[in-house]
């Protein structure tokens, strides 16, 4: 259990898709212009994340490693057939929404290297839980690009009214400019928190074994 919690917290934070690893930036960038969308995409990608993981930790054992790849493509392409019928007859408003994106999660590189990265080298039930953080990681990225540009750039949360009604929308921030400036101050605030934990833990590291406070661990003299 603490391997697949594990799994789910580098997922979300320490190995988040978009803000630590910087991959799959195609869909954060496109469809983050409301909240519904964000959402919807993040579903999808998890939903294909998991499956795939599982039936390719299934067959890590029988598939050559010449053909590997390929046949890591053919197993996602199946998942991504089945969500893009499912999402065509069930979900078509959101389905036209997402458009091409739906599709384009067979070539997402998360999908694929999480696939050769993890599914491949580890047993099933810990290769769901690696598809679950990865996913939920991925779509907390959209849901948070998309809470910012929406809010900014309609004025709205998940198409309600947030703001007053006297508030003039910033329409830049729904247009494709608009994603690279929100997603790149994101960026440079969580690098910022980053820089400065690492800062504080190597003071601590540095001090810990001062010889005026060897049990508070931050030298008082420093």
């Not at 959101?94 to 599914?119: D, S, W």
């Not at 998309?146 to 929308?169: C, D």
């Amino acid at each position: 259990m603490n391997k697949a919690l594990e799994r789910i917290k580098n997922g979300v934070i320490t190995e988040n898709v978009t803000f630590v690893q910087v991959i799959a930036m195609c869909p954060v960038l496109a469809i983050t212009t409301s909240v519904k969308n964000s959402i919807g995409m993040g579903i999808a990608a998890t939903i294909v994340l998991i499956g795939s993981n599982f039936v390719i930790s299934l067959l890590r054992n029988f598939i050559p490693d010449k053909v590997r790849i390929p046949s890591f493509i053919v197993i996602i392409a199946s998942f991504v057939t089945i969500l893009d019928f499912l999402m065509k007859g069930y979900a078509p408003t959101l389905y036209k929404a997402l458009g091409i994106f739906i599709p384009l999660i067979v070539v997402n590189c998360l999908i694929l290297g999480r696939a050769e990265a993890y599914a491949s080298k580890n047993p099933p039930l810990l290769s769901v839980f690696d598809g679950i953080g990865q996913g939920l990681g991925f779509t907390l990225s959209l849901v948070i690009v998309g809470t910012i540009r929406e809010i900014i750039g309609a004025g709205t949360f998940y198409g309600l009214q947030v703001l007053p009604n006297g508030y003039t929308p910033c329409a830049i921030i729904v247009s494709p400019p608009g994603a690279f400036l929100t997603l790149g101050i994101l960026m440079a605030i969580l690098s910022k928190i980053r820089l400065n934990k690492k800062i504080s833990n190597k003071r601590i590291s540095d001090y810990s074994g001062c010889e005026h406070c060897p049990n508070i661990g931050i030298c008082h003299k420093a």
